[in-house]
């Protein structure tokens, strides 16, 4: 089994930045890949970012490219979402996944407000 953490969230005025943390334990050489999802109210929830365990290959939402960065730490087992230019839209929360050899995980969500 692989636990996520995220944390990190909180509320940033338009045009700030914030910086996601997700702290995976457990059986974490398993992982493949790590994701960071969002979810608005209302909304379906939609992939942001992801990132592979083994090269650091990453992907990224149209939404967010140029204005988020997503990096991982292999020897603390953390995946961060370095997020700038903050919009309004951005507001929602913020999910780590990971793909593994065997199951998937979320982590229980941190919540990002933009405003002002």
């Known amino acids: 089994q692989v636990q996520l953490v995220e944390s990190g969230g909180g509320l940033v005025q338009p045009g700030g930045s914030l910086t996601l943390s997700c702290a995976a334990s457990g059986f974490t050489l398993n992982i493949l890949v790590t994701r960071w999802y969002r979810q608005a109210p209302g909304k379906e929830r939609e992939l942001v970012a992801s990132?592979?365990?083994?090269?650091?290959?990453?992907n990224y939402a149209d939404s967010v490219k140029g204005r988020f960065t997503i990096a991982r730490d292999n020897a603390k087992n953390m995946v961060y979402l370095q997020m700038n230019s903050l919009k309004p839209e951005d507001t929602a929360v913020y999910y780590c996944y990971t793909d593994t050899y065997g199951p998937s995980y979320w982590g229980q969500g941190t919540q990002v407000t933009v405003s002002s």
């Open positions: 990132i592979t365990r083994a090269g650091g290959s990453t």
